[in-house]
């Protein structure tokens, strides 16, 4: 079992930067690839960044590839996520995941068997 808790999001302006962290505990936490997933208000939720926990090889969706960095501290069991250059559609709760699989299924829900509760992101035009 793997327990994962999302730090406090925020409100921001368009144009700031913000850095979640997502924080896991439990047996072998650090052996989880980390995945962000997103879901705005009458959206389905979408994958947003992804770390594998062997290579350390990220993955990122079109849509924050250039604004967004996804990097993991195992010696903290945390992944960050760095976003630089918010819009307002990046407004969102954010959710961390963790699951094994192959690296192709990185950016899919299916890859991932535990989940945080979410942080919400607000960002304001």
């Known amino acids: 079992q793997v327990q994962l808790v999302e730090s406090e999001g925020g409100l921001v302006q368009a144009g700031d930067s913000l850095k979640l962290s997502c924080t896991a505990s439990?047996?072998?936490?650090?052996?989880?690839?980390i995945g962000w997933f997103r879901q705005a208000p009458g959206k389905e939720r979408e994958f947003v960044a992804a770390i594998r926990w062997t290579g350390g090889n990220t993955y990122y969706a079109d849509s924050v590839k250039g604004r967004f960095t996804i990097s993991r501290d195992n010696t903290k069991s945390t992944v960050y996520l760095q976003m630089n250059s918010l819009k307002p559609e990046d407004a969102a709760i954010y959710y961390c995941?963790?699951?094994?699989?192959?690296?192709?299924?990185?950016?899919?829900?299916?890859?991932?068997?535990?989940w945080g509760q979410g942080t919400q992101v607000t960002v304001s035009s």
């Open positions: 995941a963790a699951g094994r699989g192959n690296p192709w299924s990185s950016s899919y829900e299916y890859h991932y068997h535990y």
């Open positions: 439990g047996r072998t936490s650090t052996t989880y690839d």
